[in-house]
C-alpha cells in the first residue's frame, strides 16, 4: 500500500460524517462569525458581535481570511466551506505525518505505518473535521509540516531549512494557538534529542526569527488594540488533566469507542523506547497528550512505525539468515515472530478502522451536526421575537459537544445566556462563570422540573427556554432530550409555550420577555 492508499484511508473515514451531515459538525457558529467580521471590510477586525457582546478579536485570523476569499472569490457558501475545508485539511495531515515519520526514522515503510496509524486513529480527525476543525485542520497540517522541517533543521542544519522551518511555523501561529503550542513544544523536544550541535542552535534561533517576523504583523496589531494579555489572556478549553492522565492509565487514547488496541500497543511501543533509552517519542507523546488527543495522534502514529521498522528489521535478518547454509536454528522462530506481528498490527489497524468508520453512530461523538428542523427554529426566533430577547437553551450535554448552544447566537441572532464558546477570550472569571452556567442549566434535564429551570434563571436570567426535539446525536441518540422537563415546564403557569415543532419547543418565562408580542405568536402544532 502506497501512500496515496494511506490518504485515501484517511480520506474515507473522515468524509463519513461529514457525507451524512448538510451543516458543519458539532461547532464552529463563532468561527462563522468571524469570517463574516473579516469580510466586512478585509481589516483586521478589532472585535467581533457575538451572543450579545463584542468579543475582541485576538483570534489568529489566516484560516478566516482564506475561507472568506473562498467565499467571496468563488461564490462557495460559508457552511459548505465549514464543511469542506476542515474534511480537506485533515485528510492532508496524513501525507504530512508520513513525511514527518519517514524523516524521523529513515525508513519509508515506517513513514507509510505511521501515517495509517495516524489516519485511522479516530482521535486524530474528530476534533478537526468538526466546524471548528476550519482553524484546528489547517493548524494541524501546518504543524505537522513544520516538525517535518524541524528534523531535517537540526539534523542537516542549513539555510534554507531554517527558513522554512520559520515560514511555516510563522503561519501555524497565524492559524491556531493549540497548534502553535504543539509545534513549540514538539520542536524544542526533537531538538533536545536530535540535535544539540553548535549550527543546529544557531539556525533554530533565525528559524524563530523567521516565524516571529511572519506572525508579527498580527501580533502587533493585537497588542495596539488589546495589549499584550490580548495575546496572552485566553483561558485553556482543552481537556482536563486529570482525565487525561485517566485515559493514559486505562488505555482510551485514541477515541474509540469499542476497543482500543492500538492504543495499547502505541503505549507498549512508548514503554519499550524507554528501555531502549530512546526518549524521543515517549516524551513526545506523553506532553502532547496533556495539550490535547489530537496531537498525541501524531507521536503514537510514530511510534507505530517504529514497531513497523522492527518488524522489517526482524525480516530482513530472516530473510539474510536463509540465505546462509550456517544460519542458527532460530531463524524458524523468527519467521512465526514476523508472521504473528505483522498480523497483530494489521488487525488492529483494521479495528481502528472499522471504529473510526464507525464513530458517527455513537451518540457520545461530536461528529453530528445541528439538524434542519432545530435550525428552522432559530430561525423562527430570529423573524419572530424581540430583538434583546435573551434564551436558556437546554439540551443536556457538556458545552463542547451542544451544537444548539454554539449555533443558537449565530442562527437565531439572540443571546444564549449559558453559551460558553467565546467566553474565553473575555478572562478567567467570565469563562468560569459560563463554565457554571451552562453546567448548572444541562443538570435541569436531568431533574426535569421547572421548578430547576426557574432557580437557575434567579442566578441568570432569560426571557425564553429553548428546549430542541429529535435525534440530536444521530440516529442511536434519545428521539427526545428533555420530554420530562418539557411536560413539567408545560404544566407551569411560570412559562407559556409560543413555539412547538419538530425542532424545538421554546417556553416564554412569564413576567419576562415581551408579554404582548408573546401573546401574540400562534404555537405552531407539532409532536410534545
Given at each position: 500500500?502506497?501512500?496515496?492508499?494511506?490518504?485515501?484511508?484517511?480520506?474515507?473515514?473522515?468524509?463519513?460524517?461529514?457525507?451524512?451531515?448538510?451543516?458543519?459538525?458539532?461547532?464552529?457558529?463563532?468561527?462563522?462569525?468571524?469570517?463574516?467580521?473579516?469580510?466586512?471590510?478585509?481589516?483586521?477586525?478589532?472585535?467581533?458581535?457575538?451572543?450579545?457582546?463584542?468579543?475582541?478579536?485576538?483570534?489568529?485570523?489566516?484560516?478566516?481570511?482564506?475561507?472568506?476569499?473562498?467565499?467571496?472569490?468563488?461564490?462557495?457558501?460559508?457552511?459548505?466551506?465549514?464543511?469542506?475545508?476542515?474534511?480537506?485539511?485533515?485528510?492532508?495531515?496524513?501525507?504530512?505525518?508520513?513525511?514527518?515519520?519517514?524523516?524521523?526514522?529513515?525508513?519509508?515503510?515506517?513513514?507509510?505505518?505511521?501515517?495509517?496509524?495516524?489516519?485511522?486513529?479516530?482521535?486524530?480527525?474528530?476534533?478537526?473535521?468538526?466546524?471548528?476543525?476550519?482553524?484546528?485542520?489547517?493548524?494541524?497540517?501546518?504543524?505537522?509540516?513544520?516538525?517535518?522541517?524541524?528534523?531535517?533543521?537540526?539534523?542537516?542544519?542549513?539555510?534554507?531549512?531554517?527558513?522554512?522551518?520559520?515560514?511555516?511555523?510563522?503561519?501555524?501561529?497565524?492559524?491556531?494557538?493549540?497548534?502553535?503550542?504543539?509545534?513549540?513544544?514538539?520542536?524544542?523536544?526533537?531538538?533536545?534529542?536530535?540535535?544539540?550541535?553548535?549550527?543546529?542552535?544557531?539556525?533554530?534561533?533565525a528559524a524563530l526569527g523567521v516565524a516571529t517576523l511572519v506572525a508579527a504583523p498580527w501580533a502587533l496589531a493585537v497588542i495596539q488594540h488589546h495589549g499584550l494579555e490580548g495575546l496572552l489572556d485566553v483561558q485553556n478549553n482543552g481537556p482536563d488533566p486529570r482525565s487525561t492522565f485517566i485515559s493514559l492509565v486505562a488505555?482510551?487514547?485514541?477515541?474509540?469507542?469499542?476497543?482500543?488496541?492500538?492504543?495499547?500497543?502505541?503505549?507498549?511501543?512508548?514503554?519499550?523506547?524507554?528501555?531502549?533509552?530512546?526518549?524521543?517519542?515517549?516524551?513526545?507523546?506523553?506532553?502532547?497528550?496533556?495539550?490535547?488527543?489530537?496531537?498525541?495522534?501524531?507521536?503514537?502514529?510514530?511510534?507505530?512505525?517504529?514497531?513497523?521498522?522492527?518488524?522489517?528489521?526482524?525480516?530482513?535478518?530472516?530473510?539474510?539468515?536463509?540465505?546462509?547454509?550456517?544460519?542458527?536454528?532460530?531463524?524458524?522462530?523468527?519467521?512465526?515472530?514476523?508472521?504473528?506481528?505483522?498480523?497483530?498490527?494489521?488487525?488492529?489497524?483494521?479495528?481502528?478502522?472499522?471504529?473510526?468508520?464507525?464513530?458517527?453512530?455513537?451518540?457520545?461523538?461530536?461528529?453530528?451536526?445541528?439538524?434542519?428542523?432545530?435550525?428552522?427554529?432559530?430561525?423562527?426566533?430570529?423573524?419572530?421575537?424581540?430583538?434583546?430577547?435573551?434564551?436558556?437553551v437546554v439540551s443536556g450535554d457538556s458545552w463542547a459537544v451542544d451544537p444548539d448552544s454554539e449555533w443558537f447566537p449565530l442562527l437565531a441572532q439572540r443571546v444564549s445566556v449559558a453559551t460558553v464558546q467565546g467566553s474565553e477570550w473575555l478572562g478567567g472569571p467570565a469563562f468560569r462563570a459560563q463554565l457554571t452556567a451552562?453546567?448548572?442549566?444541562?443538570?435541569?434535564?436531568?431533574?426535569?422540573?421547572?421548578?430547576?429551570?426557574?432557580?437557575?434563571?434567579?442566578?441568570?436570567?432569560?426571557?425564553?427556554?429553548?428546549?430542541?426535539?429529535?435525534?440530536?446525536?444521530?440516529?442511536?441518540?434519545?428521539?427526545?432530550?428533555?420530554?420530562?422537563?418539557?411536560?413539567?415546564?408545560?404544566?407551569?403557569?411560570?412559562?407559556?409555550?409560543?413555539?412547538?415543532?419538530?425542532?424545538?419547543?421554546?417556553?416564554?418565562?412569564?413576567?419576562?420577555?415581551?408579554?404582548?408580542?408573546?401573546?401574540?405568536?400562534?404555537?405552531?402544532?407539532?409532536?410534545?
Amino acid at each position: 500500500m502506497g501512500l496515496a492508499g494511506v490518504t485515501l484511508i484517511g480520506l474515507a473515514v473522515r468524509a463519513i460524517p461529514v457525507a451524512l451531515a448538510d451543516f458543519p459538525l458539532n461547532d464552529g457558529g463563532l468561527f462563522l462569525a468571524m469570517v463574516r467580521a473579516v469580510e466586512m471590510d478585509w481589516m483586521l477586525p478589532v472585535s467581533v458581535h457575538w451572543n450579545g457582546t463584542q468579543l475582541p478579536f485576538t483570534y489568529p485570523p489566516l484560516a478566516f481570511y482564506l475561507v472568506g476569499l473562498a467565499n467571496t472569490g468563488l461564490g462557495v457558501d460559508l457552511p459548505t466551506l465549514f464543511r469542506l475545508v476542515p474534511l480537506v485539511a485533515s485528510s492532508l495531515v496524513v501525507p504530512a505525518v508520513y513525511l514527518l515519520a519517514r524523516s524521523l526514522l529513515r525508513s519509508d515503510v515506517g513513514g507509510l505505518a505511521a501515517g495509517l496509524a495516524y489516519g485511522v486513529a479516530t482521535g486524530s480527525f474528530i476534533w478537526l473535521v468538526q466546524g471548528g476543525g476550519v482553524t484546528r485542520a489547517p493548524g494541524m497540517l501546518l504543524a505537522v509540516l513544520t516538525l517535518w522541517q524541524v528534523i531535517s533543521l537540526v539534523r542537516t542544519p542549513t539555510v534554507g531549512r531554517a527558513a522554512a522551518t520559520g515560514a511555516l511555523a510563522g503561519l501555524t501561529i497565524l492559524t491556531h494557538p493549540a497548534a502553535a503550542l504543539f509545534t513549540a513544544m514538539s520542536a524544542v523536544v526533537i531538538w533536545i534529542f536530535e540535535g544539540r550541535t553548535t549550527r543546529a542552535l544557531v539556525l533554530s534561533g533565525a528559524a524563530l526569527g523567521v516565524a516571529t517576523l511572519v506572525a508579527a504583523p498580527w501580533a502587533l496589531a493585537v497588542i495596539q488594540h488589546h495589549g499584550l494579555e490580548g495575546l496572552l489572556d485566553v483561558q485553556n478549553n482543552g481537556p482536563d488533566p486529570r482525565s487525561t492522565f485517566i485515559s493514559l492509565v486505562a488505555g482510551r487514547i485514541t477515541g474509540n469507542q469499542f476497543m482500543d488496541p492500538l492504543a495499547l500497543f502505541g503505549l507498549g511501543m512508548a514503554i519499550l523506547s524507554l528501555l531502549r533509552r530512546q526518549f524521543l517519542l515517549p516524551i513526545w507523546f506523553l506532553a502532547a497528550a496533556f495539550l490535547a488527543w489530537q496531537y498525541a495522534m501524531v507521536p503514537l502514529g510514530l511510534l507505530i512505525g517504529v514497531a513497523t521498522v522492527d518488524l522489517f528489521v526482524l525480516r530482513d535478518r530472516r530473510m539474510r539468515g536463509a540465505d546462509q547454509p550456517d544460519a542458527p536454528a532460530e531463524a524458524g522462530p523468527a519467521k512465526w515472530g514476523l508472521r504473528i506481528g505483522l498480523s497483530l498490527l494489521a488487525f488492529m489497524l483494521l479495528v481502528e478502522a472499522g471504529a473510526a468508520g464507525l464513530a458517527v453512530l455513537s451518540p457520545q461523538s461530536p461528529l453530528h451536526a445541528l439538524g434542519p428542523e432545530r435550525r428552522q427554529a432559530m430561525a423562527w426566533i430570529e423573524a419572530n421575537l424581540q430583538e434583546d430577547a435573551r434564551f436558556a437553551v437546554v439540551s443536556g450535554d457538556s458545552w463542547a459537544v451542544d451544537p444548539d448552544s454554539e449555533w443558537f447566537p449565530l442562527l437565531a441572532q439572540r443571546v444564549s445566556v449559558a453559551t460558553v464558546q467565546g467566553s474565553e477570550w473575555l478572562g478567567g472569571p467570565a469563562f468560569r462563570a459560563q463554565l457554571t452556567a451552562h453546567s448548572e442549566l444541562q443538570d435541569c434535564v436531568e431533574a426535569g422540573t421547572a421548578t430547576c429551570i426557574g432557580e437557575w434563571l434567579t442566578d441568570w436570567p432569560a426571557d425564553f427556554v429553548f428546549i430542541p426535539k429529535g435525534h440530536r446525536h444521530g440516529p442511536n441518540s434519545l428521539p427526545d432530550c428533555c420530554a420530562d422537563l418539557r411536560a413539567d415546564l408545560r404544566a407551569d403557569p411560570g412559562f407559556t409555550p409560543v413555539y412547538d415543532d419538530q425542532g424545538a419547543t421554546m417556553f416564554r418565562v412569564n413576567g419576562r420577555g415581551s408579554p404582548d408580542q408573546g401573546s401574540s405568536i400562534t404555537v405552531a402544532p407539532g409532536p410534545s
